[in-house]
Each structure stands twice: as structure tokens, then as C-alpha cells.
């Protein structure tokens, strides 16, 4: 006996069908890493760890809304966080992260807090559990893989984390040949910011990274010195 098919079977199939692409469609999306800035308003991240490196500065990780969300911050840019100084008058600051939209679930921020600087006293005073206003992406330059044939970095202080930004995008990126040279100042040995991750970066790609360490000295001449010598040429530079 032959069955017939009528029209509300093939109806009811059709909508079963695009139920499953539906579902199939809705799970796909939530795995896909979902950027968490607001270039507009701010939103706030909880302090999830803090972790002292010397007497005046800390590294500060915020945990994203889930595990495989990202921050959405393109490479050479930055962020804006907003907190309150020693009087309670709101204040706002451009900060580098140290991470990268590869480091899933999290961003961290490295922060050498001054004596008399306003945002200093905010994270001075954060603690685990707390929350930072953070708004973004700020910021004119863009990285993109294979922009220039080297980059010259010249960074002081607490200046290195935009520096350390775009050199770990650079040297992780497999098909980017980029070769980056650093020259980074500062006053004494303990003042050097992310030094084990430099080195790190300078031990795991020694053909594409160098970093040179100036301590309390006049460092225009010793930066064109030491490129002249290594390249032989002129190099792209970025701003600090």
C-alpha cells in the first residue's frame, strides 16, 4: 500500500529543519570568542587577581563575562579606565594591556603606581573582588602583519606595556617575519617592567627580537648607535 505525503508532513519537516540549522547556528555562535569592549560606555570587570611584582607596582587580572570571551582590542591600541583619586573625583587614564585576544577569558594590566598620580591611588586601593570601568578601543595606530620589515621600540618606565603589546603580536604571529629591536630606560635594575617576559620573548625568538636595557643614562645616542650597528639602516619607530 503506497503512503501518501500531504503538505502539512512537508511543513512540519521543513520546520524541524531550520529548528536544527537554528540550533546548530546558536551554539556555533557562543563558541566564537565575543569581543567585550564598548568603544562608547564603559563596562566593568571584576579583579579576579592581583599580584604585587615590587613595592610600587602590581600586575591586575580582570576576568571577561565567560571563559572564551575576548577583549576585542586591536594590536597597537588601548583602553581607557576610569576610577576615583585621593579627593573621590572621578578620573580617567589610557592603559596597555599585556595580553592579547589570545588569552581567552581574561586581560591584564601591568600599573606602576606613583606616589601623587590620581589614577595610582585607585589601584592602590583596588582590591580582589572589586570592579574597573574600562571603555575602548582607544587609539589612531592599527597593527597589521608584515607593515614595516622591523620595528624600532623606545620605551621608559611604565611605557613598555604598549611596546610589550605589539612585539608579542608580532613575534606569536607565525607568518609574521617582523623583526623588532627594543631599547628600553630606566632608572635602576628594579625599576624594569615585565623583564622575565622579555627576556622571554628575546630567548624564544633570538633571530627576530632583541631588547637592550639602558639604566640612568642618556639613551637618544646609544638608541641610533646600537640600530646602525644591528640593521645598518634607518627603522620604523613607535611613539611612547
Do not use: W
Not at 6 to 14: F, H, M, Q
Not at 187 to 207: N, Q
Amino acid at each position: 500500500m503506497e503512503l501518501l505525503q500531504s503538505p502539512t508532513v512537508e511543513i512540519v519537516g521543513i520546520a524541524v529543519a531550520l529548528a536544527a540549522v537554528a540550533a546548530a547556528a546558536y551554539i556555533y555562535s557562543n563558541k566564537k570568542p565575543r569581543d567585550c569592549l564598548d568603544p562608547e560606555n564603559f563596562k566593568e570587570f571584576k579583579l579576579v587577581q592581583r599580584t604585587q611584582l615590587s613595592h610600587n607596582v602590581a600586575k591586575f587580572r580582570f576576568a571577561l563575562p565567560t571563559p572564551t570571551s575576548v577583549l576585542g582590542l586591536p594590536i597597537g591600541q588601548h583602553i581607557s579606565c576610569r576610577g576615583r583619586d585621593g579627593q573621590g573625583e572621578e578620573v580617567i587614564k589610557p592603559y596597555t594591556p599585556t595580553t592579547l585576544d589570545s588569552d581567552l577569558g581574561h586581560f591584564e594590566l601591568v600599573i606602576k603606581m606613583y606616589p601623587q598620580g590620581r589614577m595610582s591611588h585607585h589601584f592602590r586601593e583596588m582590591r580582589v573582588g572589586d570592579y574597573l570601568a574600562v571603555k575602548g578601543p582607544k587609539g589612531r595606530f592599527k597593527y597589521q602583519p608584515g607593515q614595516v620589515r622591523a620595528f624600532g621600540m623606545l620605551a621608559g618606565g611604565s611605557g613598555i606595556t604598549p611596546m610589550f603589546q605589539v612585539a608579542r603580536a608580532i613575534l606569536e604571529n607565525p607568518k609574521d617575519r617582523t623583526k623588532v629591536h627594543l631599547i628600553y630606560a630606566n632608572v635602576t635594575l628594579e625599576d624594569i617592567l615585565l623583564k622575565e617576559e622579555l627576556d622571554g620573548l628575546a630567548r624564544d625568538y633570538p633571530d627576530r627580537f632583541k631588547v637592550f636595557y639602558v639604566l640612568n643614562q642618556v639613551i637618544c645616542l646609544v638608541f641610533f648607535s646600537i640600530f646602525l650597528e644591528n640593521f645598518g639602516s634607518p627603522v620604523v619607530g613607535l611613539p611612547f
